[in-house]
């Protein structure tokens, strides 16, 4: 089996560099995302690479914090965030593409890997069928709360 992953494009109403800064403002996350409860941050200075933030998100019932850090960032149009846990190595990749005036489309493409020396865990598995549906949901819910918050749909 490959590596798991999951893509999800959403369209919104706003232009790129208001949709840019709505995803990088990592201290304004829990309160425009919904999935995510709380975040720390934990490089000081403005986004980029290296930038390291502790991310604490209910999934699958049950709370989880995930260390996360940027390891490529094209500003204002992709980053990458990484993060390792449990054996494995999670990759998200951000790609924003202007699509028309005031509008942008957003791509993100998750993936799964085991780190050397580590099994595919349950969870990697599960991306090929019912998990993959329910990360996919996940992404889905994250990029319709921005979509809100850059078209101006939330307080």
């Not at 089996?1 to 706003?14: F, I, K, T, Y």
């Not at 986004?47 to 998100?57: I, P, S």
């Not at 819910?141 to 078209?151: F, I, M, Q, R, S």
Request: with cysteine; glycine share 10%; proline share 6%.
């Amino acid at each position: 089996m490959g590596n798991p992953e999951v893509s999800v494009d959403r369209q919104v109403h706003a232009p790129l560099e208001r949709v840019w800064r709505a995803m990088t403002d990592l201290e304004s996350m829990p309160a425009r995302l919904s999935g995510v409860e709380g975040v720390e941050v934990l490089t000081p200075g403005p986004f980029g690479l290296g930038t390291r933030w502790r991310e604490t998100r209910r999934m699958f019932g049950r709370e989880a914090t995930e260390e996360m850090w940027v390891t490529a960032c094209e500003a204002p149009t992709r980053y990458v965030a990484e993060a390792d846990n449990s054996g494995m190595h999670y990759v998200s990749e951000f790609v924003l593409t202007e699509t028309g005036p005031g509008r942008t489309n957003i791509r993100m493409v998750f993936s799964a890997r085991p780190r050397e020396g580590h099994r595919m865990p349950l969870l990697a598995r599960l991306l090929g069928g019912l998990g993959r549906r329910a990360v996919a949901k996940a992404i889905e819910k994250d990029l319709a709360d921005v979509a809100a918050h850059v078209e101006g749909r939330t307080a």
